[in-house]
């Protein structure tokens, strides 16, 4: 369960309406306990999701058995309070898939009146993966400081160290640059476009989502995969990549 807060908007002094923000107001999560930031625009988003939230078609309130929806899989709670005012609360649920219509699912507002139809679109608006919600940040080191880059892939390992720049020719107003070597075999030729790619993947490394709960198995104890990033401070960075 994820849930988001933010102040109510300050009504000046004589104003009627409040003011118009002119940007994305600041969300803060207050449950589960993260610390990872919040992105506010993200949040937002999914805010008006649920402020304007249609569906594509009605169907017979008769068969609310058949759809999931007295326990549902997902609830949305909206709670709007304008300042200086009592909060109201907006419950949206969201049943089973519906079998005509992949990834589309039946939902309710709260516990009464017509059941409807939601796209899959609208479903993966209001049910996201917590990446998009969240800067679920792994490692964020800058790629010029790093001088090592290790790779172990079951038992092999290989890796690349930075050289020193080449110093410019006479005259030459060009940028030096410090080339990758293989350590250990200096005359295999490297991509220098693959390494930067590879660098620009680990170095500044963000997650999609977080488990709801621990997996028993994960392979993490005896990773498939690890990268090791050495900087020029000394320190080494590992990440160890499991099981899918």
Known sequence: TLRFTTQ????????????????????KLDAPALTYNVKPDA???LVTTLRTLHGDDVVD???????GLEAPPYRALLTVQPSGQEGRQTVVLLGHEVAEKPGSRYARLDDAGPVYIVPQWVVQRL??????????RILQVPQEEVTRLTLHEDGVSWSLERQSPA???SGSSAVPTAPWQFIDM????????????????TAQLTADDLPTNAPAQTGLDHPSW???????????ERLLVGQA
């Not at 003011?19 to 969300?27: C, D, G, K, L, N």
């Open 43 to 45: 949040v937002e988003s």
């Open 226 to 236: 690890q990268v090791l990033l050495t900087l020029r401070n000394g320190r080494t």
């Open 61 to 67: 309130p008769a068969r609310i058995g058949e759809y």
């Open 127 to 136: 049910f996201p993966t917590l990446g998009t919600l969240l800067d679920l």
């Open 186 to 201: 200096p005359d295999v030729t490297v991509d220098e476009t693959a390494v930067a790619a590879l660098l620009g993947a």
């Open 167 to 169: 110093a410019p020719a």
């Open 8 to 27: 109510p908007a300050a009504v000046p002094a004589g104003s009627p309406e409040a003011p118009q923000a002119s940007a994305a107001p600041a969300w």
